[in-house]
C-alpha cells in the first residue's frame, strides 16, 4: 500500500493507473477507521482495480466549537486496517496542503444543506462539499463511496455531483452498528461506558418506529412522538433534532406514504452522535 501526504505525488500516481486503463475507486475518510469505514473500502475494492483513501480531517467542516483539535487520530492502526482489506493508496495531506495561503473557493449546495445537521452546524455541509469536490478533482475516480449512516452528506454530495456533471458515480454503502444496535462512529470512542450504554436509546427508538411503521402506523405525529418519549426517559441523551423528511428531497413530511428518511442527531454527555433509518419503502 502506497501511503502520500502530496497532491503532486497522488496525481502522479492516479494519472499512471488512468493510462493503464485502471478504474479507481475514492473513499473520503477522516481517519480513525471502524468497520463502517472498512465496509466502505471492502465495496470500493469489489468494484474498481484500484482503491484511494483519502485520510483528512477536514477544518472547514467543523465550527468554531467543534470538536476539530480533539477529533480521534491514529495514523499508524489505520494504515494496518486499510492494507488488510487490500486499500491501495491512501492519501493523507496536511491542511495546508489542502487549503494553502489565500485560499478562497468554495463549493457549496443550497436547499438539501438547510435542515437537519445543516441548521446546527451552519458552514458544515460547505466544508463537506468543497472538500470532496477537490478530492474528486485529484483522483479521478469512477466511483465514490459514502455511507448511510452520513444520511445528509450522501444526498447532498449525490447533488453536487449531478448539478456540477462530476464524471463520477456515488455509491452508497449501509450503515454498520454495533451488535448491540449502536450506529458505528469515530466518535463513539468519546463515550464512558454509562454514556456508551445510554447511547442505545437511539436505535432502539428508531427500530421501535419502523416496527410500527410495519404495523401500518403512517401518523408522523404518533410516530415522532413515540420516538421522543423513548429518548426522553433517557437523562444522559438531549435530542438535538428528529425529522421525518422525504428520502429524497428531504422536505418534512407529515406521513408515511413514500420512503422516508427518519434522521436523528442527539448529544450523549459532550458527544454530538447521529442515526437513521429509511422506512416506508415499498
Ligand atoms: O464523512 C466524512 O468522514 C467526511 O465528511 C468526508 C466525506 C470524508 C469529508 O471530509
Redesign the pocket.
Given at each position: 500500500m502506497i501511503w502520500v501526504d502530496t497532491i503532486a505525488e497522488l496525481r502522479k500516481i492516479v494519472s499512471g493507473w488512468r493510462r493503464e486503463g485502471l478504474t479507481i475507486g475514492l473513499v473520503?475518510?477522516?481517519g480513525y477507521f471502524h468497520e463502517g469505514h472498512l465496509s466502505l473500502m471492502r465495496h470500493a475494492k469489489a468494484e474498481n482495480d484500484r482503491v484511494v483513501v483519502s485520510l483528512?480531517v477536514?477544518p472547514t467542516?467543523f465550527g468554531p466549537n467543534e470538536d476539530l483539535d480533539r477529533y480521534p487520530r491514529d495514523h499508524a492502526r489505520d494504515r494496518s486496517l486499510a492494507e488488510g482489506v487490500g486499500v491501495d493508496l491512501i492519501f493523507a495531506p496536511l491542511p495546508g496542503e489542502m487549503y494553502p495561503e489565500g485560499f478562497q473557493t468554495w463549493v457549496e449546495v443550497t436547499g438539501l444543506t438547510q435542515g437537519l445537521c445543516g441548521k446546527s452546524r451552519p458552514g458544515h455541509f460547505r466544508g463537506?462539499t468543497t472538500?470532496?469536490t477537490k478530492l474528486m478533482m485529484l483522483v479521478g475516480p469512477d466511483r465514490a463511496y459514502?455511507g448511510e449512516k452520513?444520511a445528509q452528506?450522501l444526498r447532498v454530495v449525490r447533488r453536487m455531483v449531478r448539478d456540477l456533471n462530476i464524471p463520477v458515480e456515488v455509491r452508497p454503502v449501509p450503515l454498520v452498528r454495533e451488535a448491540d444496535g449502536l450506529a458505528m462512529s469515530s466518535r463513539n470512542v468519546y463515550l464512558s461506558p454509562e454514556e456508551r450504554q445510554a447511547a442505545l436509546i437511539l436505535s432502539k427508538a428508531l427500530f421501535a418506529m419502523r416496527d410500527r411503521v410495519q404495523a401500518g402506523e403512517t401518523d408522523v405525529h404518533s410516530l415522532r412522538e413515540g420516538m421522543e418519549s423513548m429518548i426522553k426517559a433517557e437523562p444522559l441523551v438531549q435530542l438535538e433534532y428528529l425529522e421525518f423528511v422525504d428520502d429524497e428531497t428531504l422536505e418534512i413530511v407529515e406521513r408515511v406514504e413514500r420512503p422516508v428518511l427518519v434522521a436523528l442527531a442527539a448529544k450523549v454527555g459532550r458527544t454530538r452522535l447521529i442515526d437513521n433509518l429509511v422506512v416506508g419503502r415499498l
Open positions: 473520503p475518510t477522516m483528512f477536514n467542516q463537506v472538500v470532496v459514502f452520513d452528506q
